[in-house]
């Protein structure tokens, strides 16, 4: 796991070395082992490197690393998994090799097989650069489902990349103007989803794809893998019975899990006792000789605790488990970090809680395993049962009385609702907090919509912004409209998996175990294990209700169900209090009219009337709050990048 960067610059100019360094520098902590650059002959490209050394601690491991044949140089950040096969075919191919890195594979499989079909030969996370000498090119690549990031600028015959968002600012000098587009998504959904970012001009190379800058220009990213193309296949070749796919899937998880143990450092795995880590816990467990590292945060708050839940599992399985429990007062203070460490703004609250298991993690091991993927996977999220179920009645219901019902439950505060459900016997957690969610789900116009509200921060986020910045198209409901033959969960997934797990689920992780120089694997998103998942049927997935229903049969093979079963806790912590509580003076000064008016990005009378409410206790409104006041602290930040 490392950082990235590099430049090609127009023909009648040359790489300015001072400006790849800096560009470099501010990827140090993603890279803390080493670096290295290379710069072209002709000085029109310059790469760069960080180093975060895993496999082949020697020298033989460092980047830009040129191919055997002197045609291709890469720099590379992630793993491939399979390099140990790949090399073997290669040397029976005639190549030669001096040292045991992966990344000395690929540049050996490039001169063999080329870039486009050494791609699909990989298996692993990764974003990568290579210059191709005798075509003059340079090629960006990012893994089959968007693990590691890849940003990257094509103008005026130059192109930029790197692993953030920061070295291309560096590179400018200058800031770019903030994206309308890219400010309202942020503000709808948490974060910025791909192929667009917070800046103008700068993109995000999807997942599963590869683009190729020649002649001054960038070609359009050319998908070699994609979600529904391997959804659809694995729904024409459905598993017919249970037992054969219990079997498949427990082999399938095992090959990954195995793969991603590789390492010449310390490993170990995060570990919250829910059925996603602790699948990959125990197959951990299962295929090692001696105890397996764990790591899991603990909460002094009951609603926001699952450490209790990983130490029984822990107990189980015979791990060496760490655990540390935090206080409010140490999960706020990683707040004024926040905006440095995810590079763009982000606001999915569980970013506190994921740096500080991942600063614990870091004390002990390099490298950690972590359960990310299975909600989508093995559909896990409530939605996927609600939202099929809740749309089936809606779309029905006319428009006016759709506008009635909202408006009569949106009316009492969050404490009245929650009173109301105390009083007739309602154990429903957080009832204020989802009535308002009904409400604002109620005007939805179809099931995309519908979705798309109910996983939104601020459902029309327009209200939210100055003309300037308003933007009304809604980025992945215009481009994933085309799934309609699927049934609703299925959908769902798909929807989910290119969108909130690429750009809210692995983005929090790989920033936040970036941030300490540890590397982040997910195994349950090794795509051989997502291509069978598809196999699965949707009925062996939720059954009566009950979500990941196979996955969890699969696991109670290896963990008593009684340690496992519970219901689903989010990995979060309970910004609503702090805002009106602790928090409170320091967001008053990101939410003064004053300075929302002077920035120009903010309609100033509707974010405060939203703290109003929120601080007078009649509705929650920390999500969208969160994502205000992330968006003024990298707003600050970023200021001082150039």
Same mark, same amino acid.
């Given at each position: 796991m490392c950082g990235i960067a590099g430049v090609i610059v127009a023909e009648n100019s040359n790489v300015d070395r001072a400006r790849l360094e800096a560009m470099s520098a501010v990827l140090t902590h993603r890279g803390p082992d080493g670096s290295g650059h290379w710069i072209s002959q002709d000085g029109h490209v310059g790469l760069v490197h960080r180093r975060l050394s895993i496999i082949d601690l020697s020298t033989a491991g460092a980047q830009p690393m040129a191919s055997p044949s002197g045609r291709y140089t890469?720099?590379?950040?992630?793993? %491939?998994?399979?390099?140990? #096969?790949?090399r073997a075919q290669l040397e029976t191919l005639g190549a030669l090799f001096r040292g045991h890195s992966d990344t000395e594979? =690929?540049?050996?499989?490039?001169?063999?097989?080329?870039?486009? !079909?050494?791609?699909t030969? =990989?298996?692993? =996370?990764?974003a990568l650069a290579v210059w191709d000498a005798r075509e003059q090119s340079l090629t960006l690549a990012r893994d089959r489902v968007g693990i590691k990031p890849l940003f990257y600028s094509a103008a005026e015959g130059e192109l930029s990349f790197a692993s953030e968002l920061r070295p291309l600012v560096v590179w400018r000098g200058a800031l770019p103007p903030i994206s309308a587009q890219g400010l309202t998504e942020f503000l709808r959904l948490g974060y910025v989803p791909g192929p667009i970012s917070i800046f103008e001009g700068i993109h995000k190379l999807p997942p599963g794809s590869y683009a190729v800058f020649q002649n001054g220009k960038l070609s359009p990213p050319q998908i070699y893998w994609n979600f529904p193309q391997a959804a659809r296949a694995g729904m024409a070749d459905a598993f017919e019975n249970e037992t054969d796919a219990l079997d498949a899937l427990d082999v399938s998880l095992r090959n990954a899990v195995s793969s991603h143990m590789v390492a010449d450092v310390p490993l170990g795995a995060f570990l919250s006792g829910g059925i996603d880590s602790s699948m990959v816990v125990a197959l951990m467990q299962a295929q090692s000789a001696r105890p397996v590292k764990t790591f899991s945060i603990g909460f002094n708050e009951v609603g926001y605790n699952e450490a209790v839940h990983a130490a029984a599992v822990a107990k189980h399985l015979r791990t060496e488990h760490t655990e540390l429990y935090v206080t409010d007062a140490d999960a706020r203070a990683v707040i004024p970090q926040l905006a440095d460490m995810y590079d763009e703004p982000f606001a999915d609250a569980s970013q506190i809680p994921?740096?500080?298991?991942?600063?614990?993690a870091r004390e002990h091991v390099t490298v950690a395993l972590s359960g990310d993927g299975g909600d989508e996977l093995f559909a896990g999220y409530n939605r996927y049962v609600f939202v099929a179920k809740f749309?089936?009645?809606?779309?029905?219901?006319p428009a006016p009385i759709r506008k009635i019902f909202a408006q009569l439950l949106a009316a009492p505060s969050s404490d009245t609702w929650d009173k109301f459900f105390r009083t007739i016997g309602s154990s429903l957690p957080m009832a204020g907090q989802k009535m308002h969610k009904i409400a604002a789900i109620l005007p939805a116009s179809s099931l995309l919509a519908l979705h798309s509200r109910l996983v939104a921060q601020w459902a029309?986020? !327009?209200?939210?912004?100055?003309?300037?910045?308003?933007?009304?198209?809604?980025?992945?409901?215009? #481009?994933?409209? #085309? !799934?309609?033959?699927?049934?609703?969960?299925?959908?769902? =997934?798909?929807?989910?998996?290119?969108?909130?797990?690429?750009?809210? %689920?692995?983005t929090k992780l790989d920033r936040a175990s970036m941030r300490v120089g540890l590397e982040a694997r997910v195994p349950l998103l090794d795509h051989h294990v997502v291509e069978l998942a598809w196999r699965i049927p949707l009925s062996m997935k939720l059954r009566d209700g009950e979500s990941k229903w196979l996955l969890k049969q699969l696991l109670h093979r290896y963990v008593p169900k009684e340690l496992v079963e519970r219901p689903k806790m989010g990995f979060s912590v309970p910004i609503d209090a702090w805002l009106r509580g602790p928090l409170r003076e320091w967001a008053e000064q990101y939410l003064s009219a004053a300075?929302?008016? #002077? !920035?120009?990005?903010?309609n100033a009378g509707a974010v405060r009337q939203t703290w109003e409410q929120h601080l007078n206790g009649s509705i929650n409104r920390g999500g969208m709050l969160w994502t205000v006041l992330m968006f003024q602290l990298w707003w600050e930040r970023a200021r001082a990048w150039v």
């Open positions: 890469v720099t590379f950040n992630g793993e %491939i998994y399979n390099f140990v #096969s790949l594979v =690929m540049v050996a499989a490039f001169d063999q097989w080329g870039i486009p !079909e050494t791609l030969r =990989m298996d692993g =996370m990764f994921t740096f500080l298991v991942s600063k614990l749309w089936q009645r809606l779309q029905y219901m029309v986020p !327009e209200n939210a912004l100055r003309p300037a910045f308003q933007h009304r198209a809604v980025l992945w409901e215009t #481009s994933l409209a #085309s !799934e309609a033959d699927l049934p609703a969960p299925a959908r769902q =997934m798909l929807w989910d998996a290119q969108t909130y797990m690429v750009d809210d %689920i692995l300075r929302l008016q #002077s !920035e120009g990005f903010f």
